[in-house]
Protein backbone atom coordinates (compact mmCIF):
# COMPACT_ATOMS: atom_id res chain seq x y z
CA UNK A 1 0.00 0.00 0.00
CA UNK A 2 1.28 3.46 -1.04
CA UNK A 3 3.48 5.15 1.82
CA UNK A 4 5.11 8.72 1.32
CA UNK A 5 8.79 7.81 3.22
CA UNK A 6 10.78 10.90 4.34
CA UNK A 7 8.19 13.53 4.48
CA UNK A 8 8.65 16.88 6.70
CA UNK A 9 6.31 19.15 4.46
CA UNK A 10 4.17 20.01 1.50
CA UNK A 11 3.40 22.48 -0.80
CA UNK A 12 -0.21 22.01 -1.81
CA UNK A 13 -1.94 23.97 -4.84
CA UNK A 14 -4.97 25.02 -4.66
CA UNK A 15 -7.48 25.93 -7.64
CA UNK A 16 -8.20 21.92 -8.75
CA UNK A 17 -6.71 20.57 -5.82
CA UNK A 18 -8.72 21.97 -2.66
CA UNK A 19 -11.42 23.60 -4.31
CA UNK A 20 -13.94 24.44 -8.08
CA UNK A 21 -14.41 28.08 -7.37
CA UNK A 22 -16.16 28.65 -4.35
CA UNK A 23 -16.92 24.63 -4.04
CA UNK A 24 -14.62 22.66 -1.26
CA UNK A 25 -13.45 19.45 -3.34
CA UNK A 26 -14.71 16.45 -0.88
CA UNK A 27 -12.38 15.66 2.03
CA UNK A 28 -11.09 19.08 2.29
CA UNK A 29 -11.34 19.22 6.17
CA UNK A 30 -10.65 15.96 6.81
CA UNK A 31 -7.37 16.49 4.68
CA UNK A 32 -6.22 19.89 6.83
CA UNK A 33 -7.47 17.81 10.08
CA UNK A 34 -5.26 14.98 9.18
CA UNK A 35 -2.31 17.80 8.35
CA UNK A 36 -2.73 18.73 11.96
CA UNK A 37 -3.23 15.63 13.72
CA UNK A 38 0.58 14.35 12.17
CA UNK A 39 2.05 18.26 12.37
CA UNK A 40 2.90 17.89 8.93
CA UNK A 41 3.95 21.48 7.82
CA UNK A 42 2.42 22.54 4.75
CA UNK A 43 2.45 26.12 2.04
CA UNK A 44 -0.25 26.81 0.31
CA UNK A 45 1.10 27.76 -3.44
CA UNK A 46 -0.94 28.88 -5.68
CA UNK A 47 -0.35 30.64 -9.38
CA UNK A 48 -3.64 32.25 -9.13
CA UNK A 49 -2.63 35.75 -8.56
CA UNK A 50 -6.36 37.33 -8.34
CA UNK A 51 -6.69 37.22 -4.35
CA UNK A 52 -4.81 38.46 -1.64
CA UNK A 53 -3.34 36.07 0.97
CA UNK A 54 -6.04 37.50 3.50
CA UNK A 55 -8.64 36.51 0.96
CA UNK A 56 -7.08 32.99 0.99
CA UNK A 57 -7.41 32.82 4.40
CA UNK A 58 -11.15 33.98 4.70
CA UNK A 59 -12.21 31.86 1.74
CA UNK A 60 -10.48 28.38 3.43
CA UNK A 61 -12.75 29.93 6.70
CA UNK A 62 -15.82 29.64 4.64
CA UNK A 63 -15.17 26.34 4.12
CA UNK A 64 -14.69 25.30 7.65
CA UNK A 65 -10.67 25.39 7.46
CA UNK A 66 -8.03 27.53 9.58
CA UNK A 67 -4.76 28.62 8.17
CA UNK A 68 -2.84 31.68 9.38
CA UNK A 69 -0.84 34.10 7.06
CA UNK A 70 2.49 32.30 6.63
CA UNK A 71 0.55 29.61 5.04
CA UNK A 72 -0.36 31.24 1.55
CA UNK A 73 1.85 31.77 -1.01
CA UNK A 74 0.79 33.00 -4.19
CA UNK A 75 2.58 33.85 -7.33
CA UNK A 76 1.71 37.70 -7.06
CA UNK A 77 3.14 37.58 -3.56
CA UNK A 78 6.33 35.28 -5.50
CA UNK A 79 6.33 37.85 -7.82
CA UNK A 80 6.68 41.31 -5.82
CA UNK A 81 9.60 39.34 -4.18
CA UNK A 82 11.44 38.31 -6.99
CA UNK A 83 11.14 41.87 -8.73
CA UNK A 84 12.52 43.91 -5.21
CA UNK A 85 15.33 41.67 -5.25
CA UNK A 86 16.35 41.77 -8.67
CA UNK A 87 15.56 45.17 -9.95
CA UNK A 88 17.40 48.07 -9.87
CA UNK A 89 15.74 50.57 -6.99
CA UNK A 90 14.91 53.21 -10.03
CA UNK A 91 12.49 51.01 -11.54
CA UNK A 92 9.96 51.02 -9.62
CA UNK A 93 6.67 52.26 -11.94
CA UNK A 94 4.63 49.40 -12.41
CA UNK A 95 1.81 49.10 -14.89
CA UNK A 96 -0.24 45.96 -13.18
CA UNK A 97 -3.07 44.19 -15.43
CA UNK A 98 -4.29 42.06 -12.36
CA UNK A 99 -6.48 42.19 -9.19
CA UNK A 100 -5.72 42.82 -5.38
CA UNK A 101 -3.82 40.01 -5.28
CA UNK A 102 -1.41 41.90 -7.54
CA UNK A 103 -1.74 45.11 -6.65
CA UNK A 104 -1.01 45.01 -2.77
CA UNK A 105 2.25 42.69 -2.39
CA UNK A 106 3.52 45.25 -5.42
CA UNK A 107 2.86 48.08 -2.91
CA UNK A 108 3.45 46.47 -0.08
CA UNK A 109 7.19 46.26 -1.54
CA UNK A 110 7.61 49.91 -2.40
CA UNK A 111 6.33 50.01 -6.19
CA UNK A 112 4.44 52.90 -7.75
CA UNK A 113 1.32 51.53 -10.12
CA UNK A 114 0.24 53.66 -12.46
CA UNK A 115 -2.71 54.58 -14.30
CA UNK A 116 -4.42 54.22 -17.86
CA UNK A 117 -2.45 55.60 -20.51
CA UNK A 118 0.31 57.11 -18.48
CA UNK A 119 2.93 56.29 -21.05
CA UNK A 120 6.26 57.35 -22.44
CA UNK A 121 5.66 59.75 -24.73
CA UNK A 122 8.37 61.17 -27.32
CA UNK A 123 6.56 64.44 -28.32
CA UNK A 124 6.27 65.30 -24.21
CA UNK A 125 9.38 65.30 -22.22
CA UNK A 126 7.23 65.59 -18.78
CA UNK A 127 5.07 62.08 -19.86
CA UNK A 128 6.35 59.49 -17.40
CA UNK A 129 5.38 56.23 -18.02
CA UNK A 130 5.44 52.24 -16.47
CA UNK A 131 9.49 50.98 -16.17
CA UNK A 132 7.69 47.82 -16.04
CA UNK A 133 4.27 45.39 -16.82
CA UNK A 134 2.90 42.79 -14.79
CA UNK A 135 0.37 40.63 -15.57
CA UNK A 136 -2.08 38.53 -13.55
CA UNK A 137 -5.46 36.81 -13.76
CA UNK A 138 -7.92 40.24 -14.35
CA UNK A 139 -11.48 39.81 -13.93
CA UNK A 140 -11.89 42.93 -15.03
CA UNK A 141 -9.83 42.53 -18.15
CA UNK A 142 -10.69 45.69 -20.50
CA UNK A 143 -9.66 46.64 -24.23
CA UNK A 144 -8.01 50.23 -22.58
CA UNK A 145 -5.66 47.77 -19.56
CA UNK A 146 -4.65 45.55 -22.67
CA UNK A 147 -4.15 49.23 -24.69
CA UNK A 148 -1.91 50.83 -22.03
CA UNK A 149 0.43 47.36 -21.16
CA UNK A 150 0.82 47.45 -24.98
CA UNK A 151 1.82 51.00 -25.33
CA UNK A 152 4.62 50.86 -22.42
CA UNK A 153 5.68 47.33 -23.10
CA UNK A 154 6.57 49.02 -27.05
CA UNK A 155 8.05 52.03 -24.96
CA UNK A 156 10.88 49.67 -23.43
CA UNK A 157 8.74 48.44 -20.46
CA UNK A 158 10.05 44.97 -18.96
CA UNK A 159 7.23 42.35 -18.93
CA UNK A 160 6.96 40.14 -16.50
CA UNK A 161 3.83 37.96 -15.75
CA UNK A 162 2.88 36.33 -12.36
CA UNK A 163 2.43 32.93 -14.17
CA UNK A 164 1.38 31.70 -17.60
CA UNK A 165 -1.38 29.41 -16.83
CA UNK A 166 -4.09 28.99 -19.69
CA UNK A 167 -6.98 27.88 -17.96
CA UNK A 168 -8.46 28.26 -14.52
CA UNK A 169 -10.86 25.41 -13.28
CA UNK A 170 -13.94 27.02 -11.86
CA UNK A 171 -17.37 25.35 -10.39
CA UNK A 172 -18.46 25.92 -14.29
CA UNK A 173 -16.19 24.30 -15.67
CA UNK A 174 -12.42 25.57 -17.14
CA UNK A 175 -12.25 29.46 -18.18
CA UNK A 176 -9.41 31.53 -19.49
CA UNK A 177 -6.79 32.20 -17.27
CA UNK A 178 -3.58 34.85 -17.24
CA UNK A 179 -2.06 32.61 -20.16
CA UNK A 180 -4.41 34.40 -22.73
CA UNK A 181 -3.72 37.43 -21.33
CA UNK A 182 0.25 37.04 -21.79
CA UNK A 183 -0.68 35.32 -25.56
CA UNK A 184 -2.17 38.54 -26.89
CA UNK A 185 0.16 41.22 -25.41
CA UNK A 186 3.10 38.72 -27.01
CA UNK A 187 1.41 38.65 -29.98
CA UNK A 188 0.70 42.71 -30.37
CA UNK A 189 4.63 43.87 -29.11
CA UNK A 190 6.78 40.68 -29.96
CA UNK A 191 8.10 40.71 -26.79
CA UNK A 192 8.22 37.37 -24.58
CA UNK A 193 6.91 37.77 -20.53
CA UNK A 194 9.25 36.29 -18.04
CA UNK A 195 6.87 34.26 -15.96
CA UNK A 196 7.50 33.98 -12.22
CA UNK A 197 5.18 31.30 -11.46
CA UNK A 198 5.08 27.52 -11.55
CA UNK A 199 6.78 25.53 -14.01
CA UNK A 200 9.61 28.31 -13.13
CA UNK A 201 11.08 26.67 -9.83
CA UNK A 202 10.76 30.58 -7.85
CA UNK A 203 7.61 29.65 -6.23
CA UNK A 204 8.57 26.42 -4.74
CA UNK A 205 11.98 28.01 -3.71
CA UNK A 206 10.17 30.34 -1.85
CA UNK A 207 8.06 27.88 -0.55
CA UNK A 208 10.97 25.76 0.77
CA UNK A 209 12.40 28.44 2.17
CA UNK A 210 8.83 29.40 4.55
CA UNK A 211 8.49 25.61 5.53
CA UNK A 212 12.59 25.44 6.58
CA UNK A 213 12.71 21.76 4.89
CA UNK A 214 14.97 20.85 1.92
CA UNK A 215 14.79 19.27 -1.90
CA UNK A 216 14.39 15.56 -0.18
CA UNK A 217 12.09 15.61 2.39
CA UNK A 218 9.46 17.87 0.51
CA UNK A 219 6.63 16.99 -1.59
CA UNK A 220 4.48 18.90 -3.97
CA UNK A 221 0.69 18.41 -4.71
CA UNK A 222 -0.75 19.59 -7.73
CA UNK A 223 -3.44 18.84 -10.64
CA UNK A 224 -2.05 20.61 -13.27
CA UNK A 225 1.12 18.71 -15.18
CA UNK A 226 2.71 21.73 -16.92
CA UNK A 227 2.71 24.25 -14.16
CA UNK A 228 2.28 22.22 -10.17
CA UNK A 229 4.66 18.85 -11.27
CA UNK A 230 7.23 20.57 -14.39
CA UNK A 231 7.75 23.13 -11.58
CA UNK A 232 8.55 20.24 -8.64
CA UNK A 233 10.46 18.66 -11.47
CA UNK A 234 12.52 21.32 -12.09
CA UNK A 235 12.66 22.74 -8.23
CA UNK A 236 14.07 19.23 -7.40
CA UNK A 237 11.46 17.77 -5.23
CA UNK A 238 9.29 14.90 -5.64
CA UNK A 239 5.50 15.82 -6.29
CA UNK A 240 1.74 14.10 -6.55
CA UNK A 241 -0.71 14.98 -9.23
CA UNK A 242 -4.40 14.91 -8.10
CA UNK A 243 -7.00 14.50 -10.56
CA UNK A 244 -9.46 16.59 -9.10
CA UNK A 245 -8.44 19.38 -11.42
CA UNK A 246 -6.75 19.93 -14.98
CA UNK A 247 -5.09 17.36 -16.27
CA UNK A 248 -5.83 13.67 -16.80
CA UNK A 249 -3.88 9.99 -16.22
CA UNK A 250 -4.15 9.60 -19.48
CA UNK A 251 -1.77 13.43 -20.30
CA UNK A 252 0.97 11.32 -18.39
CA UNK A 253 1.62 9.22 -21.51
CA UNK A 254 2.24 12.70 -23.71
CA UNK A 255 5.59 14.11 -21.57
CA UNK A 256 8.81 13.43 -21.17
CA UNK A 257 7.91 14.06 -16.88
CA UNK A 258 6.28 12.15 -14.33
CA UNK A 259 4.96 12.94 -11.23
CA UNK A 260 6.38 10.92 -8.14
CA UNK A 261 2.58 9.69 -6.99
CA UNK A 262 -0.29 10.06 -8.88
CA UNK A 263 -3.77 10.32 -6.84
CA UNK A 264 -7.16 10.38 -7.20
CA UNK A 265 -8.60 12.94 -4.58
CA UNK A 266 -7.83 14.48 -1.55
CA UNK A 267 -9.24 11.80 0.35
CA UNK A 268 -6.68 9.47 -1.26
CA UNK A 269 -4.05 11.57 0.15
CA UNK A 270 -5.44 12.16 3.28
CA UNK A 271 -5.36 8.03 3.78
CA UNK A 272 -1.55 7.89 2.59
CA UNK A 273 -0.18 10.57 5.22
CA UNK A 274 -2.46 8.65 7.58
CA UNK A 275 -0.70 5.31 6.41
CA UNK A 276 2.80 6.76 6.74
CA UNK A 277 2.20 8.70 9.39
CA UNK A 278 0.43 6.45 11.84
CA UNK A 279 2.36 3.41 10.84
CA UNK A 280 5.95 5.10 11.33
CA UNK A 281 4.90 6.47 14.94
CA UNK A 282 3.65 2.73 15.36
CA UNK A 283 7.05 1.65 14.72
CA UNK A 284 5.47 -0.85 11.56
Given at each position: ?130 DLVVTGLDRQLTWDKLATATLNIKQGAAFFATNADTTLPTELGDVMGNGGTIAALEAVTGVKAVCI ?88
Open positions: MTKIDNVAGLIIDMDGVLWHGNNPIAGLTAFFATLYDIQLPYVLATNNASLTQQQYIDKLARMGVEVSADKILTSSMATASYLDAHLAKDKRRVFVIGEDGLREPLLAHGFTLTDLYEVNRKDDAHSIGAGKPEPILYQQALSTLGTDLTNTVAIGDRLNTDILGAVNAGIRSILVLTGISTKQELQDVDYQPTWVMQDLEEITAVLRRTFVDRSSGD
